[in-house]
């Protein structure tokens, strides 16, 4: 009988479906590159995902933001994301909080029974955290590493943090993690130099917030705003998507069909 996933299942085998439909994922980060993560999950029959992310849609989210709408603006972004992903596979199950995560608020955020885990937040302290409490307790974790600034999502690569180059991300996150004594983590990474942001004092955020009323991190709070265009995050995230979902089905002994 024919279903919502009868055609990947003619790529992967009805194993490999039954297989990801009792896997946990946990998305940290549900922005730009988060939101189209979770969509390739929901759309391969990922059963349980734990959304994390305290931002409220904002206008300035549009141009790249799979939840961003003209009605979701000031809407919790993990709920709208949440209701997507319901509606997509009513059978998920989908557990949402609307947190940032920092070191501080991992004890109510970061769980052991994660199958997988996908960072995608855009903060260096919580990417470092994530990796160390997901390599202390073997759990699989791929990292985003950056996607603002970029043009060419074509220069998107999969590799362990240590074999990338270019990204300023990356950099960091390289010597960050050397220092923890953490040797390995898969990142989706970009080879393409960032480009400098156009100045515009009239489309300037900081100066001209938009940010919806009950935002906990505004504009004006972070260092820099990143120039970010449609087509380039979401291809990082669906990317991300992919590399969780034939893991997933490898690590259970299936394998997909080529």
């Known amino acids: 009988m024919l279903h919502r ?75 709208v994301m949440r209701d997507r992903v319901l509606d997509i596979n009513p059978d998920a199950e989908v557990v949402v909080h609307q947190k940032f995560y920092l070191p501080e608020t991992a004890a109510e955020l970061f769980a052991d029974d994660y199958d997988y885990i996908i960072d995608a937040v855009d903060t260096v302290t919580a990417k470092i955290d994530l990796a160390v409490r997901a390599t202390e307790r073997s759990i699989p974790i791929i990292s985003s590493m950056g996607a603002g600034n970029k043009l060419d999502p074509t220069k998107f690569e999969v590799a362990d943090i240590f074999s990338t180059s270019v990204c300023p991300l990356a950099k960091v996150m390289r010597y960050e993690l050397k220092r923890r004594g953490i040797k390995t983590l898969k990142v989706v990474y970009s080879r393409e130099k960032p480009l400098a942001p156009k100045d515009n004092e009239e489309a300037n955020c900081v100066t001209g917030c938009v940010c919806p009323p009950g935002t906990t991190r505004t504009c004006a709070t972070r ?29 259970e002994g299936s394998e997909i069909t080529t």
Do not use: W
Not at 46 to 56: T, Y
Not at 233 to 250: C, Q, T
């Open 5 to 79: 996933y009868s055609r990947m299942e003619l790529l992967v085998g009805p194993a490999a479906l039954a297989c990801l439909a009792t896997k946990k994922v946990a998305v940290f980060g549900v922005g730009g590159v988060g939101s189209f993560a979770v969509e390739g999950l929901a759309r391969c029959g990922v059963g349980k995902l734990v959304l994390v992310d305290d931002d409220c849609v904002c206008l300035t989210n549009i141009n790249r933001q799979l939840h961003a709408t003209m009605k979701t603006i000031g809407k919790p972004k993990v709920n």
């Open 223 to 251: 260092r820099q705003i990143p120039g970010s265009i449609a087509f380039v995050p979401s291809v990082a995230g669906l990317i991300l998507a992919g590399e969780v979902v034939k893991d997933l089905i490898h690590r």
